[in-house]
């Protein structure tokens, strides 16, 4: 079946460090969305990107989609402590309005 | 933005007790919800599609008789784990869209402990 997937399942990193996190599809997506959760919270929307090899920013993360439309990427630079948090892509799935996500991408950050 | 209100954000049941769980969408009509169920440090996993006004679409290995999906308004979704046991201790959270956009609005989540 259609799979989301993401890597690292885990990131630790020193406050200031960049962080990136990749997301594959199993098929070719209309669009991709990222979301991040906080501990003890839920989603919330980041981003979507919908054109192949579109890459959109926003203040210090960079969003990037695969000229495929199959991968996307999220970086971060110079962490701080409040991007801790759980990061996850999403995508259409091929039947009906709802959104797979990925197994997301745990972010911890010491200072 | 688009604000949905899930409630309650805690329950704690007694196993074989049934628990609703409530999911509204503030100030924007939702003829669909998602509902999902997250495990601790888990990704989400999609349920079921609630659609207003008829039956909920429920993914594979998803028991519908076990989780009951109704979509009896615009603006409101419920979902009630019926006989509930340890085993569906999860955290449930809901979706919308609002407007037509592709992005999902989501509730606060419930976190349903079955002693």
């Known amino acids: 079946g259609q799979q989301v997937m993401q890597i690292p399942q885990y990131q630790h990193v020193q406050e200031g460090e960049d962080f990136t996190t990749y997301c594959n599809s199993s098929?070719?997506?209309?669009?991709i969305q990222w979301y991040k959760q906080r501990p003890g919270g839920h989603p919330v929307f980041l981003i979507q990107l919908v054109k192949s090899g579109e890459v959109k920013k926003q203040k210090r993360l960079t969003f990037q989609f695969g000229e495929a439309k199959k991968n996307s990427s999220l970086h971060i630079t110079a962490t701080q402590t409040t991007d801790v948090g759980t990061y996850f892509c999403?995508?259409?799935?091929?039947?009906?309005?709802?959104?797979?996500f990925g197994k997301g991408t745990t972010l911890s950050v010491s200072s | 933005g688009a604000v949905v209100s899930q409630h309650p954000s805690r329950v704690i049941c007694k196993s074989g007790t049934s628990v609703k769980i409530e999911c509204r969408s503030l100030d924007f009509q939702a003829t669909t919800m998602f509902w999902y169920r997250q495990f601790p440090k888990q990704s989400l996993m999609l349920m079921a599609t609630?659609?207003?006004?008829?039956?909920?679409?429920?993914e594979q290995g998803v028991e519908k008789d076990k989780f009951l999906i109704n979509h009896a308004s615009l603006t409101l979704s419920t979902l009630t784990v019926t006989s509930a046991h340890p085993e569906d201790s999860s955290f449930y959270i809901c979706?919308?869209?609002?407007?037509?956009?592709?992005?999902?609005?989501f509730g606060s989540g419930t976190q349903l402990s079955v002693l």
């Open positions: 979706s919308a869209r609002a407007g037509g956009v592709e992005k999902l609005f």
């Open positions: 609630s659609n207003e006004g008829s039956k909920a679409t429920y």
């Open positions: 098929t070719t997506l209309s669009n």
């Open positions: 999403a995508g259409p799935r091929q039947a009906g309005t709802a959104l797979i």
